[in-house]
C-alpha cells in the first residue's frame, strides 16, 4: 500500500471540498472495497476524506410517503429495517444475497452504489485495462469474459457493475441526494446514476468530482411481490452471473431490473409492458442488441430463465 495523508469531515460540504481541491482525493466510509483495491495498488489515492461522522446513517420517512436512506446506513442496517423489509421486501433480499454478514455490518448503502467492477483483468495490474488506465485498452476483449457483460458493453470495456443492492434501486426508481465542494444539492434518478462505458469506462457514474452522496429515496411502496433472483457459481459470497430484481403485480404487470449483465442495473421499461406475455417475450426486449462473448453467451438464455422462475414465483405467491 503506498502512503497517503488522511483527514475527518464534519459536514457533508467540507468532505466534498476537501475531494475536490486535493487531485486524487477518496472518500473513506466503511472501506469495504477501496481498502482493498488500495492494497493491490489498483487504487492508489494520496488523500483519504474519512466520512463516518457526518450523521448520515438514519432512514427517515418522506413526506411523499416514501423513506430516505443516509448515504452512511449500513447494508445490515438497512436490509432489517422494519418499513425496508415491509414495503421494500426486493430491497432486503437483494442485499441479503450479497457479500458475507461481517461485510455488511461495515459496507454503507453509498459505498454500495460506488463499488468498483470485479472484472479480473481490472484486478490483475499485468493485464490492460482501459478502467484502471485509460487508453491502455482491455485485455477482457477476446480474453476469458464469461462473468463479463453481454449489453451495454462497448469497445472498450466489457466490464459488469457488481453490485446487488442496486439493482433493486433501479426496480424501485430510487433517486441519489448529493451535494457538491460550494454545498450544492442535486437529485440523481437512479437510471441515470451509473455510466454506460462508451470510450470512457474510467468514468463510472454521474458525480462530479468532489460531489458526495449524502442519501438515496424511494419513492412510496409499489405493493405487489417482490423477488430477487440471484444465479452464481456458488451458493454464497458470490457475483452474480444474472440477477433479477422484481415488484410483480396481482395482474402479472411489473418491474424487472437485471444485474450480472452490464455496466449499470439493466432496466428496459418497455420490456415490462411485456410481461403478460410471458418471459421470452419480456428477455428479448430486454436483451435487444445484446453483444455477448463466445465465454458468456450462456448468459442470454439465462436471463430468460432466471425471469420465469420470478415470474412462476410472483403467480404461486
Known amino acids: 500500500m503506498k502512503p497517503f495523508t488522511y483527514e475527518r469531515a464534519r459536514t457533508p460540504a467540507q468532505a466534498a471540498a476537501a475531494v475536490a481541491r486535493t487531485p486524487g482525493a477518496k472518500f473513506l466510509a466503511g472501506g469495504t472495497n477501496l481498502l482493498d483495491l488500495m492494497k493491490l495498488e489498483i487504487e492508489a489515492p494520496g488523500h483519504l476524506v474519512d466520512v463516518q461522522d457526518l450523521k448520515l446513517d438514519r432512514i427517515e420517512k418522506t413526506r411523499e410517503g416514501g423513506i430516505r436512506i443516509g448515504a452512511l446506513v449500513t447494508n445490515t442496517a438497512l436490509a432489517s429495517d422494519d418499513r425496508v423489509r415491509r414495503d421494500y421486501g426486493v430491497l432486503t433480499r437483494a442485499i441479503v444475497a450479497g457479500a458475507s454478514g461481517q461485510l455488511r455490518n461495515k459496507a454503507t448503502t453509498a459505498g454500495n452504489l460506488l463499488q468498483r467492477t470485479r472484472c479480473p483483468y481490472f484486478y490483475d495490474p499485468n493485464q490492460a485495462c482501459n478502467k484502471r488506465k485509460p487508453g491502455s485498452g482491455c485485455a477482457a476483449i477476446g480474453g476469458y469474459s464469461r462473468q463479463l457483460g453481454v449489453i451495454g458493453t462497448s469497445d472498450a470495456c466489457i466490464a459488469t457493475y457488481p453490485g446487488d ?38 468514468i463510472e457514474t454521474a458525480l462530479a468530482p468532489g460531489e458526495l452522496i449524502t442519501a438515496v429515496t424511494l419513492p412510496k411502496p ?43 442495473p439493466w432496466r428496459v421499461e418497455a420490456a415490462e409492458a411485456a410481461m403478460p406475455q410471458g418471459a421470452q417475450a419480456v428477455a428479448g426486449r430486454l436483451l435487444a442488441g445484446a453483444r455477448p462473448t463466445r465465454d458468456n453467451a450462456f448468459k442470454v438464455p439465462l436471463v430468460e430463465r432466471t425471469i420465469a422462475a420470478v415470474m412462476a414465483e410472483a403467480k404461486a405467491a
Open 165 to 202: 443492492m442496486a439493482v433493486a434501486l433501479r426496480a424501485l426508481d430510487a433517486t441519489v441526494e448529493t451535494v457538491n465542494s460550494a454545498g450544492a444539492e442535486r437529485r440523481i434518478p437512479i437510471a441515470d446514476f451509473h455510466r454506460l462505458w462508451g470510450d470512457t469506462p474510467h
Open 222 to 264: 409499489l405493493g405487489g411481490t417482490h423477488l430477487y433472483h440471484k444465479v452464481r457459481d456458488r451458493a454464497s459470497y458470490a457475483f452474480a452471473l444474472v440477477s433479477v430484481a422484481a415488484v410483480v403485480q396481482k395482474d402479472g404487470s411489473g418491474r424487472l431490473a437485471i444485474g450480472g449483465i452490464a455496466p449499470k
